[in-house]
């Protein structure tokens, strides 16, 4: 079992949808959660950190965290075509002091 | 634009040859991560310096060595090259030296090994 799991998708919605982005993780001593976003031929950009259970909101962005589920969502409110993109969940492992990223979902919005 | 660079762009290179990939962290950071990301692998984190001192390690292979210089610029040396190494690599930084989770990522190196 991997450490941490996505659907790679491509996920496809219309404009303006809300769009949810889920990752699953297997190990309970992670403790903090990231989202990036990453274009095309571009580096991962931060959208997003949480370190506890529970919503984190900013913007049309929210972030949500189960710990005792294991498992961690990201919401888009009222998405926008430039929201195309590759959205990597990641963790970091404060054991073995490591960044862990999920392979990542191809979000498509389609204007 | 993140502010981080990196250089090369691309690197095409033979199995066995050695490269250096170079990475300059934003004005004011003082750590730098490496990270490799391929399309089987996914994004994997390699190794983090801080001020110049080594302050984790991931999934580096003893192939691969870095190095963070005292003008905080760092070098990812790959050595002995394999055909699996074709990868993207990333180069991120931040300016704390714990394991800080506001990091800026540059645009990367694409390497090809043939």
């Known amino acids: 079992q991997k450490e941490v799991e996505q659907d790679p998708g491509p996920l496809s919605v219309p404009e303006g949808a809300i769009v949810s982005l889920n990752c699953t993780y297997s190990?309970?001593?992670?403790?903090?959660f990231m989202w990036y976003r990453q274009y095309s031929r571009k580096g991962p950009e931060l959208l997003m950190y949480?370190?506890?259970?529970g919503n984190k909101e900013d913007g049309r962005f929210t972030a949500q965290v189960d710990k005792s589920s294991k498992y961690i969502s990201l919401f888009i409110r009222d998405s926008q075509p430039s929201d195309s993109a590759t959205y990597l969940c990641?963790?970091?492992?404060?054991?073995?002091?490591?960044?862990?990223f999920g392979p990542g979902t191809r979000l498509s919005v389609l204007p | 634009d993140s502010g981080v660079t990196q250089t090369p762009k691309h690197l095409i290179t033979a199995t066995g040859q050695r490269v250096t990939l170079r990475c300059s962290p934003r004005?004011?950071?003082?750590?730098v991560y490496w990270y490799q990301q391929s399309l089987d692998q996914g994004l994997q984190f390699l190794i983090q310096y801080y001020n110049g001192e080594e302050r984790a390690k991931g999934n580096i292979l003893e192939r691969f060595s870095a190095q963070q210089f005292p003008d905080l610029h760092s070098e990812l040396n790959l050595s002995s090259l394999e055909l699996g190494d074709s990868a993207l690599y990333f180069c991120?930084?931040?300016?704390?030296?714990?394991?800080?989770?506001?990091?800026?990522f540059g645009p990367g190196t694409r390497l090809t090994v043939t």
């Open positions: 991120a930084s931040s300016v704390e030296g714990g394991q800080s989770y506001e990091q800026y």
């Open positions: 949480t370190y506890s259970s």
């Open positions: 004005s004011g950071d003082l750590s």
């Open positions: 190990n309970s001593a992670f403790q903090y």
């Open positions: 990641a963790i970091w492992d404060n054991y073995g002091q490591n960044f862990v």
